[in-house]
T-cell receptor, first 114, second 114 residues
Framework: GQQVMQIPQYQHVQEGEDFTTYCNSSTTLSNIQWYKQRPGGHPVFLIQ?????EVKKQKRLTFQFGEAKKNSSLHITATQTTDVGTYFCAGPGGYGGSQGNLIFGKGTKLSVKP | KAGVTQTPRYLIKTRGQQVTLSCSPISGHRSVSWYQQTPGQGLQFLFEYFSETQRNKGNFPGRFSGRQFSNSRSEMNVSTLELGDSALYLC?????????????FGQGTRLTVV
């Protein structure tokens, strides 16, 4: 079945260092979404990428969608302690246009040392 | 406006029992999806409901069931609980079918099966 793989599983960085997580899908995606889950919290929607090669920025976060729409990355510049959490990518796995059936990557858990 | 409300927040059950979890979506949202989150398997899709109809179902055994009421509130039921059912159960609501740009996750119900 459809799979979404995410690496690395864990990333420990010093505050101020950059961080990147990568996501690869076994199938072409109509879109890809990114979520952040703080420790003890629930996933919070960050962004959706739809177009091939799309790049979007949110302050220090840069999201990219691959040309083949099978991979994506999230890059954080100059990490801060507030960036701590687990970052998930997810792609639609439903039928008939339904987006509610999301296939999530296992996530990258980011820890930031002050 | 109020967010997605899941009740109860925490639950401890014994193997073989059944459990019912509740999700109240954001007012006006008609789409509700359920996910199971475990350390080993990550976030896995359970069901998606829109207008009281199940639109999609994930790869879970028949012990997992759900429904949606006319006021869009949703419940999921797990019968004959197993230790492996211990997880964080999350629901997400959206105003449309099913646009994750506008989807919001609840805080989740943490179920522990002993």
């Amino acid at each position: 079945g459809q799979q979404v793989m995410q690496i690395p599983q864990y990333q420990h960085v010093q505050e101020g260092e950059d961080f990147t997580t990568y996501c690869n899908s076994s199938t072409t995606l109509s879109n890809i979404q990114w979520y952040k889950q703080r420790p003890g919290g629930h996933p919070v929607f960050l962004i959706q990428l739809v177009k091939s090669g799309e790049v979007k920025k949110q302050k220090r976060l840069t999201f990219q969608f691959g040309e083949a729409k099978k991979n994506s990355s999230l890059h954080i510049t100059a990490t801060q302690t507030t960036d701590v959490g687990t970052y998930f990518c997810a792609g639609p796995g439903g039928y008939g246009g339904s987006q509610g059936n999301l296939i999530f990557g296992k996530g990258t858990k980011l820890s930031v040392k002050p | 406006k109020a967010g997605v409300t899941q009740t109860p927040r925490y639950l401890i059950k014994t193997r073989g029992q059944q459990v019912t979890l509740s999700c109240s979506p954001i007012s006006g949202h008609r789409s509700v999806s359920w996910y199971q989150q475990t350390p080993g398997q990550g976030l896995q899709f359970l069901f998606e409901y829109f207008s009281e109809t199940q639109r999609n179902k994930g790869n879970f055994p028949g012990r997992f069931s759900g429904r949606q009421f006319s006021n869009s509130r949703s419940e999921m039921n797990v019968s004959t609980l197993e230790l492996g059912d211990s997880a964080l159960y999350l629901c997400a609501s959206s105003s449309r079918w099913f646009d994750m740009k506008s989807a919001f996750f609840g805080q989740g119900t943490r179920l522990t099966v002993v």
